[in-house]
């Protein structure tokens, strides 16, 4: 086991086959991987008292800044589309924990971000806090909301989002967030998403994105 191997292995690493059903969620579920990858990243680096090397900061840094982007995402073309969708008691249940969940996340966030100064069991503490808020939300994500999706929004609601995510991003950020996304990811899910892209993106992807993403540390310094 790794020194990036924590608690949060529990939870699964939940690289996953395609459930059944018409809607493809495999960029979802990737991104939700590559968050809890990234959480248990961050959960070493704190026990481990690097909190202040330049590396767990872009590190930390990086998650925000992807998480931002994916709630904001869900919160403006997700959300929004199955409040007009919905009227099972239930199913308004669980859009009102989604957003509620969100809601509990940022001061988590905050209380970490505060306790990067001080370092020590503060920031473990609340390192542990904010990721297992944030993994418990993902599960409840995939296991309540996205079958909601499925079966009221369908491919072409789906297609909203995405194309709500594309055209709220610059082509340098898309670039970005994918050689975030596949970090670390297996062999068989960058296959799959790098095939997901027209050629000329792809490309782009080897030429350009993928190595200025690697260019600056995160987590732990390389060595050559």
Known sequence: MSSQDTELDNAGKRFRDQPPGAVDFTVMFLTH???LRDLRRLEAA????RHGEEAVRNGWDTIKHELHI???????AVWPQLREKVTAPGELATLDLMEAEHGQIDPLQARVDAAFTTGGAELQSAVKEFAASLALHMEHEEDRALPLVEHHLGPEGWAKYHQ???GSQGMDEVGFYLAWLLDDAPDSARAKVLGMLPPPVQ???QQSFEPAY????????PTV
Do not use: C, I
């Not at 704190?46 to 008292?49: I, K, M, R």
């Not at 994916?70 to 403006?76: I, P, T």
């Not at 690697?214 to 310094?221: E, F, G, I, N, Y």
């Open 46 to 49: 704190a026990a481990e008292g």
């Open 214 to 221: 690697r260019a600056a540390p995160r987590w732990t310094t």
């Open 203 to 205: 490309g782009l992807f």
């Open 70 to 76: 994916h709630h904001v995402g869900e919160d403006e």
């Open 164 to 166: 709500y995510m594309m």
């Open 33 to 35: 991987d590559a968050l």
